[in-house]
C-alpha cells in the first residue's frame, strides 16, 4: 500500500491559466474521489469515479472544471480559465467503494495570482 | 447549507484527560458516519466510523456514539495524548445510493502536556 499519491504539490498560476492536476489512487481502489478544501472549511466534494465511470458531480461544480479517470487508475482534474476564487488545497481519495473509509493523498496546493 | 455540523472550532485538554469532540447532521438520510484527523500539510487520516444501526463503536483510545434521534454524534479521546493534536473532522455518507461523503467545518484539538 503506497497511499494515494498527487501532483504537484504547489502549483501558481496566473488568472487565466489553465491548470490540470494528477491522482494516482492505491491500486486495488476502484474508487476515486476529488475534493477541495480551503483555509478554515472541511474538505468539499467535487467528483467522484466508479472505475472509469464519473458518477457524481457537486452541483457547485463550475463548467471550468473537468475530471476525467481514463481506464479506471489515475485521475486529472482539470481547472480552466483559473479565477483567484479557485485558489484552494485539491484533494483525492481512493476507496474500495461502498461505505469503506476514503484515503487521501497529501493534496495540491492551488494558488491563483 | 451545513448538513453536517461541528459548531466547536477549538478545544483543548490536558494529557491524559478525556477529549469529547460533537457533530450533529441535519439529514435523515445519512446512514454511516466515520471521523477523520488531519495534521497540517497532509490529508485526512481515517480513524473510526460508525453504521446508523449501532450506537456505539470501539477502537482502543477511540470511541465514537451515535444518538440517532438526536442527529448527533461525539468521538470521545481517552486518555488524550499530544500527538491527538488536530483537526478532527465529522464525516457522513449520504446513502439512498450515493457515496458522496460531507464533512463538516472541523475541530482543533489541542492537547496540553
Not at chain 2, 488524550?80 to 482543533?108: E, I, M, N, R
Amino acid at each position: 500500500d503506497t497511499g494515494v499519491s498527487q501532483d504537484p504539490r504547489h502549483k501558481i498560476t496566473k488568472r487565466g491559466q489553465n491548470v490540470t492536476f494528477r491522482c494516482d489512487p492505491i491500486s486495488e481502489h476502484n474508487r476515486l474521489y476529488w475534493y477541495r478544501q480551503t483555509l478554515g472549511q472541511g474538505p468539499e466534494f467535487l467528483t467522484y469515479f466508479q472505475n472509469e465511470a464519473q458518477l457524481e458531480k457537486s452541483r457547485l461544480l463550475s463548467d471550468r472544471f473537468s475530471a476525467e479517470r481514463p481506464k479506471g487508475s489515475f485521475s486529472t482534474l482539470e481547472i480552466q480559465r483559473t479565477e483567484q476564487g479557485d485558489s484552494a488545497m485539491y484533494l483525492c481519495a481512493s476507496s474500495y467503494g461502498g461505505y469503506s473509509p476514503l484515503h487521501f493523498g497529501n493534496g495540491t496546493r492551488l494558488t491563483v495570482t | 447549507d451545513q448538513q453536517v455540523k461541528q459548531n466547536s472550532p477549538s478545544l483543548s485538554v490536558q494529557e491524559g484527560r478525556i477529549s469529547i469532540l460533537n457533530c450533529d447532521y441535519t439529514n435523515s438520510m445519512f446512514d454511516y458516519f466515520l471521523w477523520y484527523k488531519k495534521y497540517p500539510a497532509e490529508g485526512p487520516t481515517f480513524l473510526i466510523s460508525i453504521s446508523s444501526i449501532k450506537d456505539k463503536n470501539e477502537d482502543g483510545r477511540f470511541t465514537v456514539f451515535l444518538n440517532k434521534s438526536a442527529k448527533h454524534l461525539s468521538l470521545h479521546i481517552v486518555p488524550s495524548q499530544p500527538g491527538d493534536s488536530a483537526v478532527y473532522f465529522c464525516a457522513a455518507f449520504s446513502g439512498a445510493g450515493s457515496y458522496q461523503l460531507t464533512f463538516g467545518k472541523g475541530t482543533k484539538l489541542s492537547v496540553i502536556p
